[in-house]
């Protein structure tokens, strides 16, 4: 199994700022995404990436949350700005394994192959 931990989750005010980080060792990935499930809700693609090309964001959050990875550190990145209370959720970092185009690294979360356990991330008004 490879290992997807992930850390920097916590409750911050509205507007407030969040980075998660998702450590992964053994190899570089090309695919990987932050993915989000809200209480009583079903699971949803927040940011993906393809290798380094442009990530690729769900609507409701562009131009607030910058999604980046350090190959050299093994760890991605989910930098959340202008936190809003649909915000709160449980994020999970995921790999794609056997992804050899940015046509397969999507937001649909049935496609991924890999899981970390999750960070709580609690945005309150």
């Known amino acids: 199994q490879v290992p997807l931990v992930e850390s920097g989750g916590g409750s911050v005010q509205a507007g407030g700022s969040l980075t998660l980080s998702c450590a992964f060792s053994?190899?570089?990935?090309?695919?990987m995404g932050w993915f989000r499930r809200a209480p009583g809700k079903e699971r949803e693609g927040v940011a993906t990436?393809?290798?380094?090309?442009?990530?690729t964001y769900a609507d409701s959050v562009k131009g607030r949350f910058t999604l980046s990875k350090d190959n050299a550190n093994h760890t991605l990145y989910l930098q959340m700005n202008s936190l809003k209370p649909e915000d709160t959720a449980m994020y999970f970092c995921a790999v794609l394994l056997w992804c050899h185009g940015d046509y397969c690294c999507s937001l649909r979360d049935a496609l991924y192959d890999v899981w970390g356990l999750g960070t709580q991330v609690t945005v309150s008004s």
């Open positions: 990436i393809y290798a380094d090309s442009s990530p």
């Open positions: 053994g190899y570089e990935y090309n695919c």
